[in-house]
């Protein structure tokens, strides 16, 4: 940093930024015996910040699950289709197409979200099985938004997560939703399970690797699952059918976006309490809006508007775009944060799509800033994995990593891992809870999640509440 060529009052402001975005280890250690406490808590009758839903897979897949599914995942930016064949022995096949989200969806009505996702269905339908089918398609729903699930065929959204806001969906079941909308259409297609994008890539990666021990997304937002013991989950005692032992594992989507909304232990800085009161949801989604991709490029935002205000960057510059909320997505701290090449032109290309042209030194000082964005949001996002083992006691572990983030943000993976080493203190050499890349938990895992809960109806098991089971028998 010193080698920046930039004024004693600039130079002032990146440290005071650099020192509020550092995260240390003693602070990760803190926040992660923090975390462990709050994933207890979210399973206690009473409740905690992190939701901590049973989601009903009450089985490890085998990896020798066959049959034909249909999966869609509602992404930021796409509806993605997948026709799933699962062909036992770990192995699968998928065909798959993208549909691209109309514009402004994020805030429309909940009925133009339906049908879009009905059209699209549709759609596929239409053009893969163009002589019809004998019987409905069974699909499995990715719907990665926090939805309480009495059944595994229900899905009643809690509350939109990471910006989207369609009126007339929260408090309800989104499964009949879409439901009536294939109907109506006359679409041959059977909801059979609503999962979470978490959920899915644990199955998923469970079904190829047997060393997994959560489903991770690193994406536009953050979340974790994992299998925990149904004897372990005190808000669901009274609640199982006669089948389900104290051992029968229960796959949990934790929701740990919303970890620490208390603002006990989250090193936040002005810049993050700025986000989350202009969001539209204030006071949730605390972690979430600290680390997420959704997020990462706003926090830089900000940063530099706040630069850009006191005369300290971009001076002389037509910055009016910098005013934006989220003109940045993270593909700008993505580009600024390891950028290689030479006088940095790849971030000076970057920041033309917004209008701003830049001199070398404040591209540097971006980059300097985008580093300890980038850095903040790998270290932090580890807690949530450190939690989870510290939980379940695992000492060994495989963590399946998906999403954009974990993807395509630089250094992001180098950063994550030392940041566990920073709070597991191995002495050994060789890191023993490591993350991987995930298998496709939208389309391959829900297709295997599908699977199994066919296979435990068919075998007379639950996959809801004892009250549900019954009523729907
Ligand atoms: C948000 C959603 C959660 C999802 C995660 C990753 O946190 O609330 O359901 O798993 O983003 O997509």
């Known amino acids: 940093m010193s080698s920046l060529n930039v004024s004693t009052q600039l130079q002032k402001e990146i440290s005071r930024i650099r020192d509020d975005l550092t995260v240390s280890a003693k602070t990760l250690q803190t926040i992660t015996d923090h975390f462990v406490h709050e994933l207890d808590k979210g399973l206690s009758k009473k409740g905690g910040n992190i939701p901590m839903i049973p989601v009903w897979v009450m089985d490890y897949p085998t990896g020798q699950e066959t049959g034909e599914y249909l999966a869609i995942d509602l992404g930021g930016t796409n509806l993605r289709v997948v026709y799933v064949t699962l062909k036992g ?48 398609i069974p699909l499995g729903f990715t719907f990665s938004y926090p939805a309480s699930q009495d059944i595994i065929s229900e899905g009643i959204l809690q509350r939109w997560t990471k910006g989207y806001d369609i009126h007339g969906v929260e408090g309800q079941d989104v499964v009949p939703m879409l439901q009536k909308v294939l109907h109506k259409m006359k679409v041959p297609v059977e909801v059979v399970a609503l999962i979470n994008d978490t959920t899915g890539t644990l199955v998923a990666s469970t079904y190829t690797d047997r060393e997994t021990r959560m489903g991770l997304i690193f994406g536009t937002g953050v979340n974790g699952a994992y299998y925990e013991k149904c004897g372990n989950i005190p808000k669901l005692e009274g609640k199982y059918a006669d089948d389900v032992s104290p051992d029968t594992p229960m796959a949990i989507n934790c929701e740990y976006g919303s970890f620490d909304n208390e603002h006990l232990v989250l090193p936040r800085t002005k810049y993050d309490i700025q986000i989350d009161e202009e ?24 940063i530099v508007a706040d630069l850009v205000h006191q005369k300290l960057l971009f001076r002389d510059q037509n910055i009016k775009s910098l005013e934006e909320p989220y003109i940045m997505d993270s593909s700008f701290p993505s580009v600024f944060d390891l950028d290689t090449s030479p006088q940095l032109l790849d971030s000076r290309d970057k920041l033309k799509l917004l209008g701003v042209d830049s001199a070398y030194e404040d591209r540097q000082v971006l980059q300097q800033l985008a580093a300890y964005v980038g850095e903040r949001a790998a270290r932090l996002s580890v807690c949530g994995i450190a939690a989870i083992c510290k939980k379940r006691n695992y000492k060994t572990a495989h963590c399946a990593a998906d999403g954009s983030v974990y993807d395509k943000y630089p250094g992001f993976k180098e950063r994550a891992a030392q940041a566990l080493r920073d709070i597991f203190e191995w002495e050994h050499v060789e890191d023993s809870i490591v993350i991987v890349h995930a298998e496709d938990g939208s389309g391959v895992g829900a297709a295997v999640i599908a699977a199994l809960t066919q296979k435990r109806l068919q075998k007379g098991q639950s996959v809801g509440t004892k009250a549900k089971m019954t009523r729907t028998e």
């Open 89 to 136: 022995n770990h192995e699968f096949e998928t065909q798959q197409t993208k549909y691209s989200l109309p514009e402004g969806i994020r805030t429309a009505e909940a009925d133009e979200l339906f049908e879009f996702i009905g059209l699209s269905l549709q759609t596929f339908v239409a053009d893969n099985f163009p002589s019809g089918v004998s019987h409905p």
């Open 279 to 302: 969001s539209p949801r204030p006071g949730q989604q605390s972690f979430e809006k600290m680390i997420s991709g959704y997020y990462m490029g706003e926090v830089l935002r900000v």
